[in-house]
């Protein structure tokens, strides 16, 4: 009995081990360890950048230190962006303060890599010297908080393989954008390492590839390879041929992903998101899922909520004075806008405060109006509706007089089959929410020509897009493939910037609306805006939330400049970087002409 009971005990510590060693050797778990390897490289570093600010080391090696911390942190972003995103923000977030997310009175200061980068590019700041290394010390202080969590944090392979695909996302939208290296302009070797990554990542999966899929993993390396490369050929930041990369790299790789993930059997996520878990590309015509940007799934879109909503659009039905639908300020024929610089009120007297903006791809957005005063596409049509100046009427008188019209009642019973009550205040909202959703302009020339068909766009045109990309930075706000502030590549949020509108053309005194401040006093917020789509704007003028430009050429003149700051007026809160583009002529002509092929007929 006893030599039983020490075999079934010496069996079970063997099936142990043997379970332990399996697990230690798993992927997930060798993907870990790529893990910690790689944010000890950064933390190492990082600590090095610290002692040689405190030696006053030469400045290239300062300069030197903090662009091999950021070419190491490029080989973890996929991870701690997927991962720890809070973590990832501190250690590599936008340099401007933000609102606390526990409390919408208090100012959260940035800090991480993009704060530290002005101390030290494109000249040292030597006489900032404690302050710079404070933020240094912050920073690896945040890296003990990362390696801490990430030594518990259990990976699993379609975690993995859904943060690899969006790392190349993250590449095509932010990376080669500048978004998060504007001054040191280091964008295309971090890109290139971020590249990386995921090629010694899905590495780590050879042995898993049966046979017949070893050439799909095999062709996978070959792309990352050739798209290291592409980014690593020499050019500079201004000259680097962004449309080229995303055509011949960027999109395919991702793709690649997909399919490697496919033939391992690695299920995607079933996450509903704003990009699609299944989206090959993120110019696929139906990449993006408006449902998404829903209170819950009961707001779902469907064809009948459609059919009533367009219906509804239309109809002055639900203006107080029976003269005013939706459709009078947005109007297909001017990408769902009215051409005005402001719109008359019900009154017909005065103007609305703000330009109309276009209702194409709102859908796509996680808050809304100018000044992101709401989430969904349901309370616009609330505001807008109840809103004396715009329709002046009343929801539950509306329900009542639809609930009478022999022509409504069939279409909210359609619509809304398992409502008690259909005809409802929710349900008139849900049914115009879900119209506007269906608004979508993702087929322009320049999406034909990102998805295959070259003959769409010209040479001026595509140069245009780089511009774009690149010198002009239009990209690092109007994030590519929405061309709005929805920032990529989750698409959770949306920007609000501070880019100094004058109250005229002419003028050199900013625009008296204070945007989002009326909302938020929070002085960060005081003339902040939500950043609109381009996509289109050759059909949406006049321009700014005051509809103050007339055309494209003024739109640009005013960025060239550098905002309201450039041109001379005192806002030390603008988020727009206020040092003078330089464009030329034909650069300008360029980026207008890349524009015009955003629109969607």
């Given at each position: 009995?006893?030599?039983?009971?020490?075999?079934?005990?010496?069996?079970?510590?063997?099936t142990?081990?043997?379970?332990?060693?399996?697990q230690?050797?798993?992927?997930?778990?060798?993907?870990?360890?790529?893990?910690?390897?790689q944010?000890?490289?950064?933390d190492?570093?990082?600590?090095?950048?610290?002692?040689?600010?405190?030696?006053?080391?030469p400045n290239?090696e300062?300069?030197s230190?903090f662009?091999?911390?950021?070419?190491a942190y490029k080989?973890?972003?996929?991870?701690v962006?997927?991962?720890n995103?809070?973590?990832?923000?501190?250690?590599?977030?936008a340099?401007?303060?933000?609102?606390d997310?526990?409390?919408?009175?208090?100012?959260d200061?940035?800090?991480?890599?993009?704060?530290?980068?002005?101390?030290l590019?494109p000249?040292?700041?030597?006489?900032?010297?404690?302050?710079?290394?404070?933020?240094v010390n912050?920073?690896?202080?945040?890296?003990?908080?990362?390696?801490?969590?990430?030594?518990?944090?259990?990976?699993a392979?379609?975690?993995?393989?859904d943060?690899?695909?969006?790392?190349?996302?993250?590449?095509?939208t932010?990376g080669?954008?500048?978004?998060d290296?504007?001054?040191?302009?280091?964008s295309?070797?971090?890109?290139?390492q971020?590249?990386?990554?995921?090629?010694?990542?899905l590495g780590?999966?050879k042995?898993?590839?049966?046979?017949?899929?070893?050439?799909?993993?095999?062709?996978t390396?070959?792309?990352l390879?050739?798209?290291i490369?592409?980014?690593?050929?020499?050019k500079?930041?201004n000259?680097?041929d962004?449309?080229?990369?995303?055509?011949?790299?960027?999109?395919?790789?991702?793709?690649a992903?997909k399919?490697?993930?496919?033939?391992l059997k690695?299920?995607?996520?079933?996450?509903?998101?704003?990009?699609r878990v299944?989206?090959p590309?993120?110019?696929?015509?139906n990449?993006?899922d408006?449902?998404?940007?829903?209170?819950?799934?009961?707001?779902?879109?469907?064809?009948a909520?459609?059919?009533?909503?367009n219906?509804?659009?239309?109809d002055?039905?639900?203006?107080?004075?029976?003269?005013r639908?939706c459709?009078?300020?947005?109007?297909?024929e001017?990408?769902?806008?009215?051409?005005?610089?402001?719109?008359?009120?019900?009154?017909?007297?005065s103007?609305?405060?703000?330009n109309t903006p276009?209702?194409?791809?709102?859908?796509?957005?996680?808050?809304?109006?100018?000044?992101?005063?709401?989430?969904?596409l349901?309370?616009?049509?609330?505001?807008?509706?109840?809103?004396?100046?715009?329709?002046?009427?009343s929801?539950?008188a509306?329900?009542?007089?639809?609930?009478?019209?022999?022509?409504?009642f069939p279409?909210?019973?359609k619509?809304?089959?398992?409502?008690?009550?259909?005809?409802?205040?929710?349900n008139?909202r849900?049914?115009?929410g879900?119209?506007?959703?269906?608004?979508v302009?993702?087929?322009s020339?320049f999406?034909?020509?990102?998805?295959g068909?070259h003959s769409?766009?010209?040479?001026?045109?595509?140069?245009g897009?780089?511009?774009?990309?690149?010198?002009a930075k239009c990209?690092?706000?109007?994030f590519?493939?929405l061309?709005?502030g929805?920032?990529?590549?989750?698409f959770?949020?949306i920007e609000?910037?501070?880019?100094g509108?004058p109250?005229?053309?002419?003028?050199?005194k900013?625009d008296a609306?204070?945007?989002?401040y009326?909302?938020?006093?929070?002085?960060?917020?005081?003339?902040a805006?939500?950043?609109?789509?381009?996509?289109?704007i050759?059909?949406?003028?006049?321009?700014m939330?005051?509809?103050?430009?007339?055309?494209?050429?003024?739109?640009i003149?005013?960025?060239n400049?550098?905002?309201?700051?450039?041109l001379?007026?005192?806002i030390?809160n603008?988020?727009?970087?206020?040092?003078?583009?330089?464009?030329t002529k034909k650069e300008?002509?360029?980026i207008?002409?890349?524009?015009?092929?955003?629109?969607?007929q």
């Amino acid at each position: 009995m006893k030599k039983t009971s020490i075999f079934i005990t010496l069996m079970t510590l063997i099936t142990w081990m043997a379970c332990m060693s399996r697990q230690e050797d798993s992927k997930p778990k060798q993907v870990q360890n790529y893990y910690l390897k790689q944010i000890a490289v950064t933390d190492s570093l990082v600590k090095q950048l610290s002692i040689s600010i405190e030696k006053n080391a030469p400045n290239k090696e300062l300069q030197s230190l903090f662009k091999q911390s950021r070419l190491a942190y490029k080989k973890i972003e996929f991870l701690v962006e997927y991962y720890n995103p809070l973590t990832a923000k501190s250690i590599n977030g936008a340099p401007i303060p933000a609102m606390d997310d526990n409390d919408q009175h208090k100012i959260d200061q940035p800090e991480g890599f993009q704060v530290i980068e002005p101390f030290l590019f494109p000249e040292v700041q030597a006489s900032k010297k404690e302050e710079l290394l404070r933020e240094v010390n912050i920073l690896i202080a945040n890296f003990i908080r990362l390696k801490s969590v990430a030594e518990h944090q259990e990976l699993a392979n379609t975690q993995i393989f859904d943060a690899l695909r969006l790392e190349s996302f993250r590449i095509i939208t932010l990376g080669i954008s500048g978004f998060d290296a504007a001054i040191a302009q280091n964008s295309m070797a971090e890109a290139a390492q971020a590249l990386q990554s995921v090629k010694e990542v899905l590495g780590l999966y050879k042995t898993d590839f049966v046979k017949k899929d070893e050439k799909v993993l095999a062709n996978t390396l070959d792309l990352l390879q050739k798209g290291i490369n592409n980014l690593q050929s020499g050019k500079d930041f201004n000259s680097f041929d962004r449309m080229f990369f995303i055509t011949n790299f960027g999109n395919p790789i991702s793709a690649a992903i997909k399919a490697c993930a496919t033939s391992l059997k690695i299920a995607p996520s079933k996450d509903l998101r704003a990009l699609r878990v299944d989206a090959p590309t993120l110019f696929d015509q139906n990449a993006f899922d408006a449902n998404f940007y829903t209170a819950n799934a009961e707001a779902h879109m469907s064809p009948a909520k459609v059919e009533l909503g367009n219906k509804l659009f239309y109809d002055p039905i639900l203006s107080g004075t029976g003269s005013r639908s939706c459709g009078s300020c947005h109007k297909p024929e001017m990408a769902f806008t009215d051409g005005l610089i402001k719109s008359a009120a019900l009154d017909g007297k005065s103007k609305l405060k703000r330009n109309t903006p276009t209702l194409l791809n709102s859908g796509f957005q996680p808050s809304l109006f100018y000044d992101n005063r709401v989430n969904y596409l349901e309370d616009q049509a609330n505001d807008v509706i109840n809103n004396k100046d715009e329709m002046h009427g009343s929801l539950p008188a509306a329900v009542g007089k639809l609930k009478s019209d022999s022509l409504y009642f069939p279409l909210f019973k359609k619509a809304f089959p398992d409502s008690k009550e259909p005809v409802s205040d929710l349900n008139i909202r849900n049914a115009l929410g879900s119209y506007i959703r269906t608004l979508v302009s993702l087929n322009s020339s320049f999406d034909k020509y990102v998805r295959g068909d070259h003959s769409k766009l010209n040479k001026d045109q595509v140069n245009g897009f780089n511009l774009y990309m690149g010198k002009a930075k239009c990209g690092t706000c109007h994030f590519t493939p929405l061309f709005n502030g929805t920032v990529p590549p989750d698409f959770r949020t949306i920007e609000t910037e501070v880019i100094g509108v004058p109250e005229s053309a002419n003028s050199k005194k900013i625009d008296a609306d204070k945007g989002k401040y009326d909302l938020r006093k929070l002085s960060l917020y005081k003339n902040a805006f939500r950043t609109p789509t381009v996509r289109n704007i050759a059909l949406t003028a006049p321009y700014m939330h005051n509809g103050i430009y007339s055309t494209l050429e003024e739109v640009i003149d005013f960025y060239n400049e550098g905002g309201g700051v450039g041109l001379g007026m005192d806002i030390p809160n603008q988020t727009l970087p206020f040092d003078k583009l330089n464009l030329t002529k034909k650069e300008k002509e360029n980026i207008i002409s890349f524009l015009k092929t955003l629109n969607d007929q």
